[in-house]
Every structure is written in C-alpha cells, then in structure tokens.
C-alpha cells in the first residue's frame, strides 16, 4: 500500500498519513473522556476517536476537556445514526459539531453516504490542515469484492478509506484482505460480529492504517478490542515480522 505524504489540491494543504498500523482508542461519552489521562494516551492507543455523536447535548463540557489533550492525535466523529450512531443526528447538526472541534482536530470521519451534504464543511475543516477519513459501514452483510471495490474508488478525496463490515463466514476475511492488497490508497478495515475480533488483527497485518478499539468499559462499535490489547497484539506481531 502507498502512504506517507498525501497532497491535496482541494484544499492545498499536506496531510501526513501514518506509515504503519496505528491503533485508534475510542471513547463515546463525555464521562469516559473525563477519565482518560493524557499521560497514559501513549501507552494505550495511537490516536483518541472522540464521538461526538454520544456527546452532542453536552459540547461545552466537551470543548473544555479537549486542553487537556491538545499534545495527542485527535479524531472526531458524528456517526449518522443510519450507519451506527448514537444519536439521531441530521446532516446539519453533525456538520456543526464537527466545525465546533475544529481547532483541536487531527483527522475527522464522515460517512461517505454523507459527502455530498457536508462537502462545505469538509473543505472548510480540511483548510485546517485536518485529515479526512471517508467512512461506509454494513451491519448486515460483506458486500461482494467488486462493490467495496466501488466504494474506494468513490472515496477518492479520502486521506483513509474506512471500510467496516459484517463478516458472516470466513471467506469473507479472504475478500477484505484482498482489497487491502490491491488499492494504493491508504485504508482502515474490520469486520463485525462473531469473526470481528480475528479480522481485525488480521488486516492491521495487511495494512488496514487505522484499527479501533474502545477505552474505558464500553465498545463503542460491535466487535471492538479494548485498545491497549489491540496495541500490544499488533506490536507483537510487528516484533515477529
């Protein structure tokens, strides 16, 4: 896979994308962000996801915590609840959450159904020199090799491609490694249910960038790893290489 320096013309800037398997520590509500401590990020996790979407009435507590975090990588998301968020949210109002935490954003997500919506705002963040990721999500079903294939090709103006899926068998897994492997563009792949947990070790070891995993007690997306067992599994498997 291709990574390292991604240019972008849309909005003239430079967006450094990771050049090995990073692990993403999710947290979704304002109480679990409260107990994070900045100290122990490093140990834990790569980059800090911060769901917006589990935090929406509560955006000026949130905006004073994230000080606390101003020297760590920060992603946001306001998850359209169609495709696994917390919260029902339109358009507008996730569009306005993610303008809300700007300033503080290394990366943000939105979905690639919701693109064309929240083009403005995207370029407006992006200006900020802030990572893109276009995310799809099917909690039902792996869709066929030539459909995921359509969706990065769709993704094009993504600095990561997030693709998560239902897998149902295991043939499934050899499906989504082969996608890893025949894109340039850089991605994050899982898959959910019952073969989530092996399928997403497994393609962190085929070059999915960005692997989630929760902080805290709660997963914030079926089939989650606790972040800090999903760091030290693939820093294992870096070591055996």
């Known amino acids: 896979m291709r990574h390292g320096t991604n240019k972008l013309a849309m909005s003239r800037r430079t967006v450094i994308i990771p050049e090995t398997p990073q692990v993403v520590g999710s947290v979704a509500t304002l109480n679990q962000l409260a107990c994070v401590q900045p100290v122990e990020l490093p140990s834990l996790c790569d980059i800090l996801e ?3 979407d ?25 998850r359209a609840y169609s495709e696994g968020g ?39 963040i992006r200006c900020q020199e802030v990572g893109l990721i276009l995310s799809y ?7 066929a090799e030539i459909e995921i294939q359509r ?27 082969h996608i890893l492997e025949r894109n340039d563009h850089p991605m994050s792949l899982m898959g ?12 962190a070891q085929h070059g999915s960038l960005l692997n989630y995993g929760y902080l805290g007690g709660e997963q914030t997306a079926p089939g989650q790893w606790p972040a800090p067992l999903m760091k030290q599994a693939i820093q294992a498997l870096a070591r055996r290489a």
């Open 50 to 52: 911060i769901r917006l």
């Open 54 to 78: 589990g935090m929406s009435e509560h955006i000026g507590a949130l905006k004073d915590e994230l000080d606390r975090f101003k020297d760590f990588p920060l992603l946001f998301t306001a």
């Open 86 to 124: 917390l919260a029902d949210l339109c358009a507008a109002e996730r569009s306005r959450l993610l303008l809300e935490v700007a300033d503080h954003a290394s990366w943000v997500d939105v979905e690639l159904a919701s693109y064309e919506e929240m083009k403005s705002v995207i370029h407006q």
């Open 137 to 143: 999500h099917n909690f039902e079903e792996t869709p």
């Open 151 to 177: 969706l990065v090709d769709l993704s094009e103006e993504a600095d990561i491609v997030k693709i998560a899926v239902q897998h149902n068998c295991v043939q499934e897994l050899a499906r989504c490694t």
């Open 192 to 203: 959910m249910g019952e073969l989530a947990a092996v399928s997403r070790l497994l393609y």
